[in-house]
C-alpha cells in the first residue's frame, strides 16, 4: 500500500499521517488533507456563525458535567494568588482609556501592578 494519497482539494501528495481518519473510505483515510478540511471548516464557521453557536450550545448541555469537572481540575493545577486575580480583573475591567487615566493619576502604582502580573505571568 502506497504511504502517500492525494488531495484533490490543493492538488498535492502528502504522506498518509498528513488525512485525518474516515472508516467509510477503502484506505480508511479522509478524502482531504488536514490543512485543507481546516481551511474550509474555518470559511464555513465564517459564514455560519449561528450553527456553529448553536452546535456550541448544544454540546455544552450534553456535557454540562464533563466541562465543569475539567474546570475544577483546571483551577486546582492552576491557582492563582488572590492579589494576581484581584489586579488581574481591575486591568480586564478597565478599558484604554480608563488605563490610561490610571497611568495618568498614579503611574507609579500602574507600572507596579503590571510588574506584578509580569511576574506572576513568568511562575
Given amino acids: 500500500m502506497s504511504d502517500e494519497k492525494h488531495c484533490p482539494r490543493c492538488c498535492t501528495f502528502?504522506?498518509?499521517?498528513?488525512?485525518?481518519?474516515n472508516k467509510n473510505t477503502n484506505d480508511g483515510k479522509a478524502r482531504y488533507c488536514k490543512p485543507c478540511k481546516?481551511?474550509?471548516?474555518?470559511?464555513w464557521a465564517e459564514a455560519n456563525p449561528e450553527k456553529v453557536r448553536e452546535k456550541s450550545r448544544r454540546y455544552d448541555n450534553a456535557n454540562?458535567?464533563?466541562?465543569?469537572?475539567?474546570?475544577?481540575?483546571?483551577?486546582?493545577?492552576?491557582?492563582q494568588p488572590s492579589s494576581y486575580i484581584r489586579a488581574r480583573r481591575v486591568?480586564?475591567?478597565?478599558?484604554?482609556n480608563q488605563q490610561s487615566l490610571?497611568?495618568?493619576?498614579?503611574?507609579?502604582?500602574?507600572?507596579?501592578?503590571?510588574r506584578k502580573l509580569e511576574q506572576m505571568n513568568q511562575r
Avoid: H, V
Fill in 14 to 21: 502528502k504522506a498518509l499521517e498528513d488525512f485525518g481518519n
Fill in 64 to 79: 454540562l458535567d464533563k466541562i465543569r469537572e475539567y474546570q475544577r481540575k483546571y483551577r486546582e493545577s492552576n491557582k
Fill in 91 to 96: 486591568l480586564d475591567r478597565a478599558t484604554k
Fill in 38 to 43: 481546516r481551511e474550509y471548516y474555518n470559511e
Fill in 102 to 114: 490610571l497611568k495618568a493619576l498614579d503611574p507609579e502604582k500602574m507600572a507596579e501592578l503590571k
